[in-house]
């Protein structure tokens, strides 16, 4: 696919907030992860629904599938994770946006994933670069997942924010609790695009 063919799966996705109603906001970036966890994605779109009844009225409408039928000549692969965000969380313009997709092992005890959810949610009272963070368990209809199970989006204010977070003990302490019970990984990082 050229760059004119991207941009133009691009510039029909930007569309649709304005084409279906129930979208209640819309962000979206190219990834820039230094950490190489990203499986070859390039693009991450961040859709917004009040409700179940919006996500659900969302993925049959008219504009949704004629995006479908723009995306489908140039997507090598598609991943979607659906959970409830935190509507609270106020994001600083033109945030860098830091999402972490965990698959945990099929034999991970649960009280050993609990504590991982635990850990993760505990680092933006540790590491003071975190500007938002909010996370959940998958709860997406759709069948593109690839065996993920939970969203983690941590939010910085610029890449410097990032390369404080990215060593920083609290980080580095939530992965030693991760390697005994996570299967895999896949990182995005992306500038909020409007």
Same mark, same amino acid.
């Given at each position: 696919? =050229?760059?004119q $063919?991207? &941009? ?8 649709l907030? &304005?084409?279906?109603? %129930? ?7 190219t990834?820039?992860s230094? &950490? ?5 994605? =390039? ?18 409408? +008219?504009?949704?599938? #004629? ?18 965000g935190?509507? +609270?969380?106020?994001?600083? +313009?033109? #945030? ?9 092992? $099929? ?5 050993d994933?609990?504590? #991982? @959810? &635990?850990?993760f ?6 590491? $003071?670069?975190?500007?938002?963070? @909010? ?7 759709? %069948?593109? $997942?690839?065996?993920? %199970?939970?969203?983690?989006?941590? +939010? ?9 977070? =990215? ?14 019970? *996570?299967?895999? *990984? ?9």
């Amino acid at each position: 696919s =050229t760059d004119q $063919d991207i &941009q133009g799966v691009v510039d029909a996705f930007v569309a649709l907030p &304005q084409k279906v109603e %129930t979208i209640t906001d819309f962000a979206w970036g190219t990834n820039s992860s230094p &950490q190489k966890f990203d499986d070859g994605f =390039t693009h991450c779109f961040l859709l917004t629904f009040a409700d179940v009844a919006g996500r659900k009225a969302y993925l049959p409408h +008219t504009a949704h599938k #004629a995006f479908g039928d723009v995306l489908r000549p140039h997507m090598k692969d598609v991943f979607v994770i659906d959970y409830w965000g935190d509507p +609270t969380q106020n994001d600083p +313009t033109n #945030a860098l946006k830091h999402a972490v997709f965990f698959k945990f092992k $099929d034999d991970a005890a649960p009280g050993d994933v609990e504590k #991982a @959810e &635990q850990a993760f949610a505990a680092l933006p009272g540790k590491i $003071d670069t975190i500007k938002a963070f @909010e996370w959940g368990a998958n709860n997406s209809p759709e %069948t593109n $997942d690839d065996g993920f %199970t939970h969203c983690f989006m941590v +939010t910085f204010e610029n890449e410097e924010g990032r390369e404080i977070y =990215t060593p920083h003990a609290a980080h580095l302490a939530l992965i030693e609790v991760l390697d005994p019970v *996570l299967d895999k *990984l896949r990182v995005l990082d992306f500038v909020v695009q409007e």
